[in-house]
């Protein structure tokens, strides 16, 4: 049997890369910075928790599809987790109410507020399963918060901010100047293969239309001899 | 008679949108209080009272407006929701009520007469009889046209009618007689007029099966998306249906209304105000589409040419319509 790819597919972004490099070390090496994560989000934002309450505080499947990993996140509002897992086989076993399945960096953006779901969910660039009432809370609640990533994170470091700020700039330059080569990258190499993809699709809607005609005119004929 | 500038309506789910919808350059901002009173009663969506108070003030500070909809039909037995909504957004200072039921619309206007009342898309009061008699009885200053008239029919409307009119110029588009359709109800028990949505989320599921995207609606499987093509709502009058073995779309394609193209002929036609739809959807859908209209109605206003707004990522299927003001079919 073939396997089917769920979800939208992944860029050749940095994030696929940097995915692939961490990919063969411990992932659980990641949960004490997750769990900082989310403890400063519950402090900044505990409105978003809050909200989630009406939707009975559901669990979420985050998998952000150009990483090797996915995150559970628990939204109780006295006390939400964000949990990394991988290679899970059953996704009935994670107890989740909703997937959502995207790229890390709209996801992130997402999160943020600088992007609308329902324009991703259009384009494809997101999926989401499972409790659609879940998923829109979530989507509503994170929407109305004001969250920021960048500057949540900074706050943890205290004094130390000013100097994580600048490296994170910096960080976040090299990031944008790799992915717009990677994305020049990615165009120079599927470029041939979009040409004939396009040129199939051209031959399939002239055969489309033919099969159209042809199906019209038995109808015809059929309707004459009846 | 000819419109000078258009006021520039727009949505707004959370504080946040707001303040979105106002720092992009919006004249009025319209949203609703967190409860069943409002069309769009969705879960994380909607305001608080004090939400609503801050809201009002932050949009005075830049000179917008705040409008309360109220848009949905008081329970039989159970006005008291409905009619605290009308005190309260009163007394909060919102420029105006939203309203479709005429009981309601008799309370706003007999207790909080110093608040302007506007007629709600779902009254789809579209004929100058209607509007006439919802003026003269209940003093509304302003009536939201349904999505169904062209603009030569809007403009001999204005003729013959003596309050101001507001039209939808972006985003969903319902093309059935608004506040009258019972395909939803049909389809999940709850109706688009008292639960505020043509596909409420509790009934609405997605299974991505790999090569295509699924969505339901209740029990029914609405469409079929393959890995290439933009995906829509799954709302009933949008799904697509097969009918000689050939899967077409029967009633609407998932697509959205933008409308920016006949602007200055919507100021010619005595138009008042413009409409942008999405009180569901993100801050970032706000600030995109309210910022690219607000140039829109300055270049309509100065006499120039509308500019092209690029807003095909926000619309439903990644395509837009001009919708009936362009109407072809009688």
């Known amino acids: 049997m073939t396997s089917v790819h769920k979800g939208p597919l992944a860029p050749l972004s940095p994030v696929l890369l940097a995915g692939i490099v961490a990919g063969p070390l411990p992932h659980k090496a990641l949960q004490p910075l997750l769990n900082l994560a989310i403890k400063q989000m519950h402090t900044l934002h505990p409105d978003v928790f809050e909200r989630m309450t009406s939707v009975n505080s559901p669990r979420f499947l985050i998998d952000p599809v150009d990483l090797p990993f996915s995150f559970i996140m628990d939204t109780h509002p006295d006390c939400p987790s964000l949990e990394i897992i991988q290679d899970f086989q059953n996704e009935e076993e994670l107890y989740v109410q909703a997937n959502v399945r995207g790229p890390l960096v709209l996801l992130i953006a997402l999160l943020e507020g600088k992007i609308d779901g329902d324009a991703l969910f259009f384009s494809r660039d997101l999926i989401v399963e499972g409790d659609t009432e879940a998923v829109l809370a979530l989507r509503n609640a994170v929407d109305g918060a004001d969250i920021n990533v960048h500057n949540d994170l900074l706050s943890l470091f205290g004094p130390l901010g000013k100097p994580a700020d600048a490296i994170a700039q910096l960080a976040g330059k090299v990031f944008n100047r790799f992915a717009k080569d990677l994305d020049r990258v990615s165009q120079a190499t599927l470029a041939p293969l979009q040409r004939k993809c396009d040129a199939q699709a051209h031959t399939i809607a002239e055969l489309e239309e033919t099969v159209a005609s042809l199906k019209k005119q038995v109808r015809r004929r059929a309707g004459k001899t009846a | ?330």
């Open chain 2, 1 to 330: 008679m000819k419109t000078e500038k258009l006021e520039l309506v727009c949505p707004a789910g959370t504080p946040a949108a707001l303040r979105a919808a106002v720092d992009a350059g919006a004249d009025t901002i319209y949203c609703g209080f967190r409860d069943a009173t409002n069309a769009r009663n969705f879960p994380g969506l909607n305001f608080s009272r004090e939400e609503l108070g801050d809201g009002i003030e932050y949009a005075r500070s830049k000179a917008s407006k705040v409008l309360v909809a109220l848009n949905t039909y008081p329970e039989a037995g159970h006005p008291e929701s409905w009619h605290r909504a009308v005190e309260d957004a009163a007394d909060l200072g919102a420029h105006a009520l939203i309203m479709a039921d005429i009981g309601l619309l008799a309370y706003a206007a007999e207790k909080r007469p110093d608040t302007r009342r506007h007629l709600s898309v779902q009254a789809s009061a579209s004929n100058p009889d209607a509007i006439a008699y919802y003026q003269r009885t209940f003093d509304v200053k302003r009536v939201v046209l349904p999505r169904v008239l062209t603009v030569p029919e809007i403009a001999a409307l204005n003729k013959e009618i003596n309050v101001e009119t507001e039209v939808f110029v972006f985003g969903g588009l319902c093309v059935m007689a608004e506040g009258r359709c019972s395909l939803s109800s049909y389809a999940t028990g709850q109706s688009p007029n008292m639960n505020g949505v043509c596909s409420p989320a509790s009934h609405v599921r997605y299974e991505d099966k790999g090569n295509k995207l699924v969505s339901k609606l209740g029990d029914f499987t609405i469409n079929q998306f393959s890995q290439t093509e933009a995906a829509g709502y799954p709302t009933l009058c949008k799904g697509r249906f097969v009918t000689q073995d050939k899967p077409s779309y029967l009633f609407e394609d998932p697509t959205s209304l933008n409308a920016a193209q006949f602007l200055p002929e919507l100021m010619e036609a005595g138009v008042t105000a413009l409409k942008i739809e999405g009180r569901q959807r993100g801050k970032a859908y706000i600030a995109q589409v309210v910022s690219a209209f607000r140039k829109a109605a300055d270049a309509a206003a100065n006499g120039q040419p509308v500019p092209p707004l690029g807003l095909e990522n926000m619309s439903e299927g990644q395509k837009e319509t001009t919708g009936a003001y362009n109407k072809r079919w009688q």
